[in-house]
């Protein structure tokens, strides 16, 4: 929507818009708390700087940035260091859950160990299926680094997540089987 009308009600503009902007600051942040600080924060400065909404891009990319700003913010004022946390599946999960559940933590895991600028790229791009030119306008780059950021981090989600050459699990399937 590249309209500034959708800022007039600004209410509805947040009931409308809070559910994914929550689910940019979680991707970025990992944390459901601090997430929740950096949306209310980044919908603060939204409403503060409605009016310089210029209305030539998509209103929701506008609060995407405004979002992934909060919550880099948030990471570097509280320095963000999220540990994976061991999780135990329920009993009577079948293999197949199990793995999922696995593969799941896996990525999460991968996820925290990126820098927030990558998480960032990775969670407008795979969560929220933006296009590079929108992931570029939105962490202020061009669309062809958004290319080379996202590459680099699934770079680096895969060497995470695949298993060392000593035959180990990757962590978050270590730390499965060690809590599970």
């Known amino acids: 929507m590249h309209d500034r009308s959708s800022l007039a009600d600004f209410e509805a503009f947040y ?4 559910a994914v902007a929550f689910r940019v600051a979680y991707g970025v942040l990992g944390d459901r708390d601090l997430a929740e600080d950096a949306t209310q924060d980044a919908y603060v400065a939204a ?3 409605r009016d ?7 209103v929701d990319a506008w609060l995407y940035r405004i979002v992934v700003h909060a919550a880099v913010s948030v990471a570097r ?29 896996a990525i999460e895991d991968g996820l925290r160990a990126l820098d927030p600028r990558a998480r960032s790229a990775v969670v407008l791009r795979y969560y929220l299926d933006l296009d590079y030119a929108t992931i570029g306008s ?8 958004v290319g080379v950021i996202l590459t680099r981090s699934r770079d680096r989600l895969r060497r995470l997540m695949e298993p060392a050459a000593t035959g180990r699990p990757p962590l978050a399937a270590e730390e499965a089987i060690r809590h599970g």
């Open 15 to 18: 009931e409308r818009t809070y």
């Open 47 to 49: 409403y503060r700087d």
């Open 52 to 58: 310089r909404y210029r209305g030539d891009g998509p």
């Open 77 to 105: 004022r509280r320095r963000v260091r999220v540990v994976g946390v061991g999780r135990i599946a329920p009993e009577g999960t079948t293999t197949d859950e199990g793995a999922a559940t696995v593969d799941r933590l």
């Open 138 to 145: 939105i962490l202020g780059t061009s669309a062809d680094n």
